[in-house]
Each structure stands twice: as C-alpha cells, then as structure tokens.
C-alpha cells in the first residue's frame, strides 16, 4: 500500500498554489514558476503508468517547446516512445490539482482502483530537460514525486525531445531499437544517413537556426558523426547561455508563423537555411527564391517530398501490398491537400491538432506519413512494412538499391516522436538522391496564402472544435457566421478552435492572395472577440 506519510512529507516541500492545471496537447505547460507542485505530481504518476505497464520504464520530459524561456512544462513518454495514453490524461490532470494530502492521496487510490496498479511491481522513470533556467528544480521536484511512490528515477539531464523519446524506447526494447544513450542516438541516425548519401554529390551548407535552445548543441554532437564530405552544417542561433534568447525571434514556431527569417542570418540568395524549435521536435526549412523573396518549406513540404519518395522507392523496390499514406490537420495548406490526393495519389486522413492523434492515425497504414504544418512529424514503418523491406532479396541493381534506401529509411526516422534532427537528415538525404536544390522541391505546389493569428478571450473552454478541428458546435451560431464570411473569398477557408498549450483562441484563414488571407483572419477575429 502507499506511505501516506513519506507522500505527506514529500508534498509538503511543493506545496500546490492556487491555479488550476490541466494536462493539454503538450501535457502541462505554463510558466515555470508555478509548476513546482505539478511536476511532483507527474512524479507520482509517472510511478504509477510504469507500475501498469509491468515496471516498464516511462519518460518524463521537462520542456516548453517554442514558448518563452519563462515557460516550462511536462509530458509523459510511454515505453515504446509514444505519447501518454489519453485515458491517463485525466488522472494526470485530478493529481495536479489536488491541494492537500488527503486529496491528493484520494486521486492516487482512486487512479489505483479504476486501473488496478500491482503497487508490488518496481517503477522506473527516466527524465530529460531542455534548456530553461527552472528545468533543474522542477526535475528535482519531479524526482521527489518518483520517490514519494518508492520508483527510480535516472536523470539524463539536458536533451532534445525526442532524444528522450528514443532513450525511453531503447531501454525497453533490450537494444532492438538502439543503445540508450545519446551517443547511440548520434550514430544510429548518422549511419542511417550515410548509408544514403554515400557516393552521392554533397550539396551546399545547410544553415540551421537553432533557436538558441538545446537543439543547437545537439546537432554540433551529431555532426561530428558525420564526415564534412558528405554534409557540411552550420549551427546559427547556438547562444544557450543566455536564457532569455530562446526562441526569441528565431525557432520553426516565429519563421513559420511570421514567414520571416530568424535573427541572426544574413540571408542570400542560394543558402540553404532550416529552423529547429527549443526541443528540436520540429523543424521547417527556408531559404530565399532567385526573386529575393522569402520562401518557406513548411511541414506539409516536408510530408509531400517524403511520400513521394517513399513511393518511389516501394515501386522501384518492387515490395507488394505497402500502403503509403499520409494524415495532415486542418493547418494543412489546401494546395499541399490538393497535390496529395491529385498528384501524388496517396490517401489522406485527417486529425485534430496534436501529434498524438496524427500519430495513432499513421499507425493505420504501412508506411504512414504525418507532418503538422508547423513542422511536428514524422514517418512511421509498421513492423510488416519493415519484415517487408528485409526479407524481399530484389533482382536488379534498380532492386537492390531501392530496398537498401527503405531499409536505412527506418533507422534514420525517428519511430517514436517528430525529430528535428532526424527530419533534417531525411530532407537532406532525399535533396541528394534526387539531386534537388530547395527550389525544385518547392515547385512541386505553390502554398495559398494564408495566415495564423491567436485571439485572448475570457473563456476559451466556451470554444468547442468538432470535425477535426475545422468547425466549431460551440458558442451556438458563430460557425455559420465564419461561414458566411468564408463564402465571400476566393478559395477561402478559416477556422477557429481553442489553444492546447496558450489560453488563446487560434484562428487560421487562406485565400486566393495574402491580403485576402489576412483580412478574412481579420474578420474571424473580429467576430469571435
Ligand atoms: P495549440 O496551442 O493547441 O494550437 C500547438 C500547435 C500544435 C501542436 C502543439 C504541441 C499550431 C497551430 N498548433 O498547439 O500543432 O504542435 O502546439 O506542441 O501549430
Ligand atoms: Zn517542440
């Protein structure tokens, strides 16, 4: 049974305050300042989903992702890498908010009941954190949560995301996924890439915006991986010493949203220039056209090169019955929808916004594709499609070379989670296969106009999105009134839904130009303030 009084003694040094937490999208995030009793919280949670999963080893990652270096927050790794379970989500959710011991032991026993926790089996956590300044004491007082319960905890200290993903995934699958630690991560995903790109021409220095979070340093370790003959890579925006950098003009989240270059570069035409978010989980890729204009290569870019290549290599491969497919949300730009189902011919499948829907709706298919626009994804190879890929033999040299790409493929992408580092190593192995320039990938389709803009409201739980986030059934009669506005553009498409991670209500709208774009933006933000 629990000791009540180690849980008392250990609660009493992180107090809760007075705010109400709701474990969201991207789990807990919100200042950092009051989340000390949270991550004590997610400790004891995390204790009990180990104990569930058979003292399996669960994740906890300390990170706020593109937000300001003041925020910070939490999220649960299950052991083979995904995200938290949702039907976990609520207890995480009731833990937090508990103010005293007697509540907070009521939500405890009350998760063990409903689950049935062995509280006999061991628990092993495993922690990462990126840069903020409150990481370190909110590890610390997510450790106080593991030990409350009597689990383990290892903490691996500064790491991306998705590092801590792999890590969680490596140490419960006894090395079939790779050795867990970073330096394993470093030389899988460098010789994935080699196995690639070997051969085969360089192309020019890739320019990475590193956001001056913990992305920047990872990818210095992992280029040393990786012979300057065969990629050279600039790190910009390295400055992780200066805390109130982060994200600050500059990350996948300002470029994508502002469509402008970051801080820090003096852009000419012909570089070839990416930005990582502040746990390198996303990344998008820029550069300037021959007419000087800002470009962007956003995620439904980096979804379309991959499915088109992928597809290439399963024909030439000559690999039966392998369903690509790809899932997008209603971020997706229409032209990127369009060229999928028209051009390149793959099925696609909807979600709400949150990689964890994308995520699961991948897992349908063989080869499952999924990028939010923001520049969040990955591809998925179902165990199937990867047997596939090892046992077919090939005939031709066309065969063989093909299978050996796939085969490389599902090492080099991360399985667990959206990886910046290892979606630019796609990119980059893709780029030099098909010996493309950013310009050539960037012709496949032309992006329609559009524009992101977020809206304070008094209540944003008033708002409710159904139909994967493209209409709201709540407050009564504001979906047809963004109707009626849509209707009058050309190619105009908005919806509004309510922020997982922002208390704000974000509002997206395209049309046939950038003005139009903007002003329907405009009026939707109009009607629903
Ligand atoms: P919210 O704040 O729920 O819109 C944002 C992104 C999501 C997802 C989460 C998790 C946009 C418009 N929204 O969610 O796609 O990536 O953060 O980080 O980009
Ligand atoms: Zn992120």
Same mark, same amino acid.
């Given at each position: 049974?629990?000791?009540?009084?180690?849980?008392?003694?250990?609660?009493?040094?992180?107090?809760?305050?007075?705010?109400?937490?709701?474990?969201?999208?991207?789990?807990?995030?919100?200042?950092?300042?009051?989340?000390?009793?949270?991550?004590?919280?997610?400790?004891?949670?995390?204790?009990?989903?180990?104990?569930?999963?058979?003292?399996?080893?669960?994740?906890?990652?300390?990170?706020?992702?593109?937000?300001?270096?003041?925020?910070?927050?939490?999220?649960?790794?299950?052991?083979?890498?995904?995200?938290?379970?949702?039907?976990?989500?609520?207890?995480?959710?009731?833990?937090?908010?508990?103010?005293?011991?007697?509540?907070?032991?009521?939500?405890?026993?009350?998760?063990?009941?409903?689950?049935?926790?062995?509280?006999?089996?061991?628990?092993?956590?495993?922690?990462?954190?990126?840069?903020?300044?409150?990481?370190?004491?909110?590890?610390?007082?997510?450790s106080d949560g593991v030990k409350a319960l009597g689990g383990t905890i290892t903490d691996y200290g500064l790491m991306?995301?998705?590092?801590?993903?792999?890590?969680?995934?490596?140490?419960?699958?006894?090395?079939?996924?790779?050795?867990?630690?970073?330096?394993?991560?470093?030389?899988?995903?460098?010789?994935?890439?080699?196995?690639?790109?070997?051969?085969?021409?360089?192309?020019?220095?890739?320019?990475?915006?590193?956001?001056?979070?913990? %992305?920047?340093?990872?990818?210095?370790?992992? /280029?040393? *991986? @990786?012979?300057?003959?065969?990629?050279?890579? +600039? $790190?910009? !925006?390295?400055?992780?010493?200066?805390?109130?950098?982060?994200?600050?003009?500059?990350?996948?989240?300002?470029?994508?949203?502002?469509?402008?270059?970051?801080?820090?570069?003096?852009?000419?035409?012909?570089?070839?220039?990416?930005?990582?978010?502040?746990?390198?989980?996303?990344?998008?890729?820029?550069?300037?056209?021959?007419?000087?204009?800002?470009?962007?290569?956003? %995620?439904?870019?980096?979804?379309?090169?991959? /499915?088109? *290549? @992928?597809?290439?290599?399963?024909?030439?491969? +000559? $690999?039966? !019955?392998?369903?690509?497919?790809?899932?997008?949300?209603?971020?997706?730009?229409?032209?990127?929808?369009?060229?999928?189902?028209?051009?390149?011919?793959?099925?696609?499948?909807?979600?709400?916004?949150?990689?964890?829907?994308?995520?699961?709706?991948?897992?349908?298919?063989?080869?499952?594709?999924?990028?939010?626009?923001?520049?969040?994804?990955?591809?998925?190879?179902?165990?199937?499609?990867?047997?596939?890929?090892?046992?077919?033999?090939?005939?031709?040299?066309?065969?063989?070379?093909?299978?050996?790409?796939?085969?490389?493929?599902?090492?080099?992408?991360?399985?667990?989670?959206?990886?910046?580092?290892?979606?630019?190593?796609?990119?980059?192995?893709?780029?030099?296969?098909?010996?493309?320039?950013?310009?050539?990938?960037?012709?496949?389709?032309?992006?329609?106009?559009?524009?992101?803009?977020?809206?304070?409201?008094?209540?944003?739980?008033?708002?409710?999105?159904?139909?994967?986030?493209?209409?709201?059934?709540?407050?009564?009669?504001?979906?047809?009134?963004?109707?009626?506005?849509?209707?009058?553009?050309?190619?105009?498409?908005?919806?509004?839904?309510?922020?997982?991670?922002?208390?704000?209500?974000?509002?997206?709208?395209?049309?046939?130009?950038?003005?139009?774009?903007?002003?329907?933006?405009?009026?939707?933000?109009?009607?629903?303030?």
């Amino acid at each position: 049974s629990l000791n009540n009084d180690k849980i008392d003694e250990l609660f009493k040094k992180h107090p809760k305050l007075d705010v109400t937490y709701t474990y969201g999208t991207a789990g807990f995030r919100t200042k950092g300042e009051v989340l000390d009793s949270v991550m004590f919280s997610v400790g004891l949670l995390a204790v009990l989903r180990s104990q569930k999963h058979s003292g399996k080893v669960i994740g906890a990652m300390v990170t706020a992702s593109h937000n300001p270096a003041e925020d910070n927050g939490v999220k649960l790794v299950e052991p083979m890498g995904e995200m938290l379970a949702q039907s976990w989500e609520s207890y995480a959710t009731e833990l937090a908010n508990a103010g005293t011991t007697e509540e907070l032991l009521k939500a405890l026993n009350n998760v063990i009941a409903k689950e049935s926790i062995d509280l006999s089996q061991p628990a092993k956590v495993v922690v990462g954190r990126d840069t903020r300044p409150s990481g370190e004491g909110l590890v610390a007082a997510l450790s106080d949560g593991v030990k409350a319960l009597g689990g383990t905890i290892t903490d691996y200290g500064l790491m991306t995301t998705p590092q801590l993903h792999y890590i969680t995934r490596c140490l419960n699958t006894q090395g079939a996924y790779g050795e867990p630690t970073e330096e394993g991560y470093y030389k899988k995903l460098a010789e994935a890439f080699k196995r690639i790109v070997t051969g085969k021409v360089k192309q020019s220095t890739l320019y990475i915006d590193g956001a001056n979070g913990i %992305g920047a340093p990872t990818l210095q370790k992992l /280029a040393k *991986f @990786i012979p300057e003959e065969i990629l050279s890579v +600039k $790190v910009v !925006n390295d400055d992780t010493a200066t805390a109130s950098k982060l994200n600050l003009k500059s990350g996948a989240d300002f470029v994508k949203v502002g469509q402008k270059k970051p801080d820090g570069f003096d852009l000419q035409p012909g570089m070839r220039c990416a930005s990582l978010d502040g746990d390198a989980d996303r990344i998008v890729f820029w550069y300037l056209n021959k007419e000087g204009t800002f470009k962007l290569l956003d %995620g439904d870019k980096i979804a379309t090169l991959a /499915a088109g *290549f @992928i597809m290439g290599l399963v024909k030439a491969a +000559k $690999v039966p !019955n392998i369903q690509v497919g790809l899932v997008q949300t209603a971020y997706a730009n229409g032209s990127a929808t369009a060229y999928v189902k028209d051009t390149l011919q793959v099925p696609v499948v909807f979600t709400a916004t949150g990689v964890k829907h994308l995520h699961h709706a991948a897992e349908e298919f063989d080869v499952g594709v999924y990028f939010e626009a923001n520049g969040h994804g990955t591809v998925l190879f179902s165990p199937g499609a990867i047997k596939a890929f090892h046992s077919t033999q090939g005939t031709t040299d066309e065969e063989k070379k093909a299978l050996e790409t796939l085969r490389a493929l599902t090492d080099l992408i991360n399985q667990t989670v959206g990886d910046a580092l290892s979606d630019m190593l796609m990119v980059e192995a893709i780029l030099v296969s098909q010996q493309r320039s950013y310009a050539d990938w960037d012709s496949a389709y032309s992006d329609l106009p559009s524009r992101l803009e977020k809206v304070k409201v008094s209540n944003r739980l008033e708002f409710v999105a159904i139909k994967a986030d493209t209409e709201l059934s709540k407050p009564d009669g504001l979906q047809q009134k963004i109707n009626q506005q849509m209707s009058k553009f050309k190619n105009g498409r908005s919806f509004v839904r309510p922020s997982g991670t922002e208390d704000v209500v974000r509002v997206y709208a395209e049309a046939d130009t950038q003005a139009n774009a903007d002003l329907l933006a405009h009026i939707v933000c109009g009607i629903i303030f």
